[in-house]
């Protein structure tokens, strides 16, 4: 896995979320509009708050799409975190060069929306996955 470097703008979005939350954040990717931030294990309720209410109200503060992501140690249940919004029902992990590909299985209604326009939640899924694991490329099935 590389060492993660993280820019000032990068940093200071962690800060806000934290301040804002009161949850750990192991990690923060932006992607286009959206901001994903990567929180400690078991800090998931303390990041999105009552309904929803603080990733709300940073989407206001923001103006960017926020997103809030449990992580574990575990790859299987890190990419289930990641898809979480897709109800995944069971991911298969397959070597691939020098790492694993995983391959979520999501609800099929869901299926076009776990992948997003043009492979964007992907891109943002794979970019966790090789900061955080060996896995080097994920799909939905």
Same mark, same amino acid.
């Given at each position: 896995? %590389?060492?993660?470097?993280?820019?000032?703008?990068? =940093?200071? !979005? =962690?800060?806000? +979320?934290?301040?804002?939350?009161?949850?750990?954040?192991?990690?923060?990717?932006?992607?286009?509009?959206?901001?994903? +931030?990567?929180?400690?294990?078991?800090?998931?309720?303390?990041?999105?708050?009552?309904?929803?209410?603080?990733?709300?109200?940073?989407?206001?503060?923001?103006?960017?799409?926020?997103?809030?992501?449990? !992580?574990?140690?575990?790859?299987?249940?890190?990419?289930?975190?990641? +898809?979480? +919004? !897709?109800?995944?029902?069971?991911?298969?992990?397959? %070597?691939?060069?020098?790492?694993?590909?995983?391959?979520?299985?999501?609800? %099929?209604?869901?299926?076009?929306?776990?992948?997003?326009?043009?492979?964007?939640?992907?891109?943002?899924?794979?970019?966790?996955?090789?900061?955080?694991?060996?896995?080097?490329?994920?799909?939905?099935?």
């Amino acid at each position: 896995m %590389p060492d993660i470097t993280l820019d000032t703008e990068t =940093i200071a !979005y =962690i800060r806000l +979320f934290e301040e804002r939350t009161g949850a750990a954040v192991k990690d923060c990717l932006e992607s286009e509009d959206k901001l994903v +931030f990567l929180v400690a294990p078991g800090e998931i309720h303390k990041a999105v708050g009552p309904g929803g209410v603080l990733i709300d109200r940073l989407k206001g503060l923001l103006h960017k799409e926020i997103v809030a992501v449990e !992580y574990s140690d575990d790859p299987e249940t890190l990419v289930k975190n990641i +898809f979480f +919004f !897709y109800s995944p029902r069971k991911v298969e992990f397959a %070597p691939k060069g020098q790492g694993r590909h995983a391959s979520v299985t999501v609800d %099929p209604a869901w299926k076009a929306r776990a992948i997003g326009k043009a492979g964007k939640n992907l891109k943002i899924a794979r970019a966790i996955l090789m900061r955080h694991t060996d896995i080097v490329s994920v799909s939905v099935a």
